[in-house]
């Protein structure tokens, strides 16, 4: 499996995973506001689960509380599924940012969907799309924008 972290390519400074507890104790200012962890893996099935570790292994690191963990397992393995499943990526990226101890996870695929992606309403005997309906109730907000290499999108939410 591939999956590597990615340098900061954005302004804020990285604290390592295993400070992060010291520095939100001590006010460790611009550094806690900003955790940040990215990987990317194959597009394929199998790497949902992969994902769903990733995400689960950085949150714990990063001392959330079970409840922020559970949510963001579900809402990751969500846009993870849906990404696999709906576009012709080659693999996906996953990037987890923290700011002022809210947690924004960005799912990022490669291109080639159908469709936006929307949480719709389905019928009781539909065995699927419900995904979006699930990440809209756990997380405090949600979207879709362009990838800004323009090939692809990435679905990000935000949980507290």
Do not use: I, K
């Not at 001590?26 to 550094?31: R, T």
């Not at 990404?83 to 996953?94: I, K, L, Q």
């Amino acid at each position: 499996m591939l999956a590597r972290s990615y340098p900061d390519s954005h302004s804020c400074r990285v604290a390592p995973s295993y400070e992060a507890l010291r520095l939100g104790r001590s006010g460790g200012g611009f550094l806690t506001r900003c955790l940040q962890d990215a990987f990317h893996l194959p597009a394929l099935s199998t790497s949902v689960a992969e994902a769903r570790r990733l995400v689960l292994t950085r949150l714990r690191d990063w001392e959330f509380d079970q409840e922020v963990r559970d949510n963001a397992e579900l809402v990751v393995s969500e846009l993870f599924t849906n990404a696999v499943r709906h576009t012709s990526s080659d693999e996906v990226r996953c990037e987890l940012r923290v700011y002022g101890g809210r947690l924004r996870l960005e799912v990022a695929d490669q291109g080639c969907a159908r469709t936006e992606p929307r949480a719709r309403l389905v019928s009781a005997d539909q065995e699927g799309g419900r995904g979006l309906m699930l990440v809209e109730a756990l997380s405090t907000s949600w979207g879709v924008r362009t990838h800004p290499s323009g090939r692809g999108r990435v679905v990000w939410a935000y949980l507290s």
